[in-house]
């Protein structure tokens, strides 16, 4: 059993927790998640991990309610418990394994939509940690769904702060703030890093690939298990068959097919579109499980 140490509302439908599990606190890197199942019965939810403390041996998810396992996660109080706790699991972002010296030269830019801004936030702290200030901008709907602005002002070189209807920081969406950094300021970024929901790494992607900044997207939207049995996250990157969860769940983000990878998560809400996703995609419609059956 792995305890909630902290359960906190940080928005609307949008929650924080601290949980206790050690052997996930001591090994794991940014970009990597974790799947957790509150009980026997219960769905497996794959969450970017947003923080560790390799002392108190404690792992932060957030996590926004988007149905009815997530909903009673949320009912989850401090001293309650996650019947599993499975991680670190996935890739954790390249930029950890680059050599340091070659890392701090360069000049990266964090781009993070709304619950998004959570496995954001541990790259950046990385980066603060060695030395590297990157720049941040943080896009919400409002100002109520802005989440972890001073976690974040306490580790990012610049963070820039957008909201859809002005509420707070630059009315504008993310990809306005890039427009204005980089062709109103004059700004260079050697390397992008975009976060958030489907929508908003597509078309922050189309438009770093006409400004020439190369770009990192993290999948974790498109998986369902996190275990490479469900083929919910299968994604075309670069003409070739890819599992976010098994493969990533970090991409060359210009590489990406978004179109399709939007339209199969549409698809898999139903049965009838799972069906036709495996009718379709056949043998590699898995993710390297070597079994079929995670549909059923
Ligand atoms: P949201 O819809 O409020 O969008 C957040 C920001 O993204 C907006 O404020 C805007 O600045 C930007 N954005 C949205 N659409 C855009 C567009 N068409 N063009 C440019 N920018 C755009 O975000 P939310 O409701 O907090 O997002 C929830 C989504 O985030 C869920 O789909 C969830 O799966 C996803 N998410 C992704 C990750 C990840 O690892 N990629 C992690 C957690 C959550
Ligand atoms: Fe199910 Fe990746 S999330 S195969």
New binding site residues.
Partial sequence: MYQVLKAEKLAQN?YLMDVKAPRIAKNCQPGQFIIAKMDEIGERIP??ICDYDREQGTITI?F?I?GASTERMAGLKEGDSFRDFTGPLGEASEFVSEDLEVLKKKKMLFVA????T??VYPQVKWLHEHGIAADVIV???NKE?LILEEEMKAVAGNLYI???DGSYGTK????DVIKDLVQSQGKKYDVCVA??????????CLLTKELNIPTI?????IMVDGTGMCGACRVSVGGEVKFACVDG?EFDGHLVNFDEAMKRQQMYKTQEGRAMLKLKEGDTHHGGCGQCGGDE
């Fill in positions: 949008i969450l970017t957030v926004q988007v939509g709304g619950v998004g959570a496995p896009g919400a709907k769904l957008a909201t859809d504008g969406l993310v990809t976060i958030g929901p489907m929508i908003m790494m597509k078309f922050a997207v993290s999948l974790n939207p769940p």
